[in-house]
T-cell receptor, first 113, second 112 residues
């Protein structure tokens, strides 16, 4: 395991469909973060977990978004009833603790048509 | 978290030092300064972080002013592969606000 892994790398979906993304953090990293990035902007925080506990959610995370980290290892981010405005790069990051650096995955690029 | 201010872009010649400035005038005593960069179509990559003292690693040096209200990231010998968006972030070490909050960053273009 050499880094944070995200799957899929690309997803094209029709408006109204549900999508689920997966993130596998670096082993033993207890913190896991989800971000969203649109063109020309920096990544925007969505939510983070410490082990299996979801400790903070951004107001950007509407009721259509849900994230889980059931066993404190991998995490999933689900978007229900996708809208065109959900088109973005979804990034996952993990860190060992609050101070050490966070390592980011390559992201999942979502296109809603 | 305190906000940071960075110029939108800068360029430098390959082989020269790139000095990237960042203002964080409202930084609190328990907030660290972090730098990340993002090369096109990749996830952000950690570069360096510091609290009060200057820091150096294999990628860069971080110079923090004595009043901690600004900092400079130095890439000592920029290469074409250093062309990227560089984000300066201030962040508390622990607790509910320990997430990284990204701004728009500064786009560094390294020219041949």
């Amino acid at each position: 395991d050499t880094g944070v892994s995200q799957d899929p790398r690309h997803k094209i979906t029709k408006r109204g469909q549900n999508v689920t993304f997966r993130c596998d953090p670096i082993s033993e990293h207890n913190r896991l973060y989800w971000y969203r990035q649109t063109l020309g902007q920096g990544p925007e925080f969505l939510t983070y977990f410490q082990n299996e506990a979801q400790l903070e959610k951004s107001r950007l995370l509407s009721d259509r978004f849900s994230a889980e980290r059931p066993k404190g290892s991998f995490s999933t981010l689900e978007i229900q009833r996708t809208e065109q405005g959900d088109s973005a790069m979804y990034l996952c990051a993990s860190s060992l603790d609050p101070i050490t650096e966070a390592f980011f995955g390559q992201g999942t690029r979502l296109t809603v048509v | 978290d305190a906000k940071t201010t960075q110029p939108p872009s800068m360029d430098c010649a390959e082989g020269r030092a790139a000095n990237l400035p960042c203002n964080h005038s409202t930084i609190s005593g328990n907030e660290y300064v972090y730098w990340y960069r993002q090369i096109h179509s990749q996830g952000p990559q950690y570069i360096i972080h510091g609290l009060k003292n200057n820091e150096t690693n294999e990628m860069a040096s971080l110079i923090i002013t004595e009043d901690r209200k600004s900092s400079t990231l130095i890439l000592p010998h920029a290469t074409l592969r250093d062309t990227a968006v560089y984000y300066c972030i201030v962040r508390v070490a622990a607790g509910a606000n320990s997430k990284l909050t990204f701004g728009k960053g500064i786009t560094l273009s390294v020219r041949p």
